[in-house]
């Protein structure tokens, strides 16, 4: 089995991008630590396994995110309706990111899915509160920093206690 595993790159603070070959099976994102320039994932468009779209490295099917790059520009990002699970550590040191707009489609935020991104406290739920509390007491630990402070939810707003 072909794998991938970022923390080889730990503290490459020139790497920009990363490209993932046709054979790569199998990939481990959890640590790109000091990677402070990595801006954009891409994927051979041959590889059965995982694809990139606008940089942000996805599984082949589309319905799981696993990795968000640590200097991706802009300080938003929608998370596309067509995903259903965020990966473990995909959201980890992002550094532009204030906020992230999730859909009522999302079914499984991973354990530390966001952690490290000190500035992301606002999350924009395409769903309402209800919705929220389910899909968030569902998956405890997720926002492993509890940098997420608020949530905006289409019929108001919560905000999340500190740890």
């Known amino acids: 089995m072909k794998y991938f595993d970022a923390s080889w790159f730990y503290y490459c603070t020139n790497l920009q991008?990363?490209?993932?070959?046709?054979?790569?099976?199998?990939?481990s994102i959890g640590y790109m630590h000091g990677c402070n320039s990595f801006s954009e994932f891409n994927v051979y468009s041959t590889n059965s396994r995982f694809t990139a779209r606008e940089g942000v490295l996805y599984s082949k099917n589309l319905k799981t995110l696993l990795a968000y790059p640590i200097a991706k520009e802009g300080n938003n990002f929608d998370i596309p309706s067509y995903?259903?699970?965020?990966?473990?550590?995909?959201?980890?040191?992002?550094?532009?990111?204030?906020?992230?707009?999730?859909?009522?489609?999302?079914?499984?935020?991973?354990?530390?899915?966001?952690?490290?991104?000190?500035?992301?406290?606002?999350?924009?739920?395409?769903?309402?509160?209800?919705?929220?509390?389910?899909?968030?007491?569902?998956?405890?630990?997720?926002?492993?920093?509890?940098?997420?402070?608020k949530v905006i939810c289409s019929d108001g707003i919560l905000n999340r206690d500190k740890a």
């Open 83 to 149: 995903v259903e699970t965020i990966a473990m550590y995909a959201f980890n040191g992002c550094k532009y990111l204030n906020s992230l707009t999730v859909w009522n489609t999302i079914d499984t935020l991973r354990s530390s899915a966001v952690i490290n991104c000190d500035s992301l406290h606002t999350l924009y739920f395409k769903g309402t509160m209800d919705e929220w509390i389910e899909l968030d007491n569902a998956n405890l630990g997720w926002d492993h920093s509890f940098v997420v402070n």
């Open 17 to 27: 991008s990363i490209t993932l070959s046709a054979n790569i099976e199998l990939v």
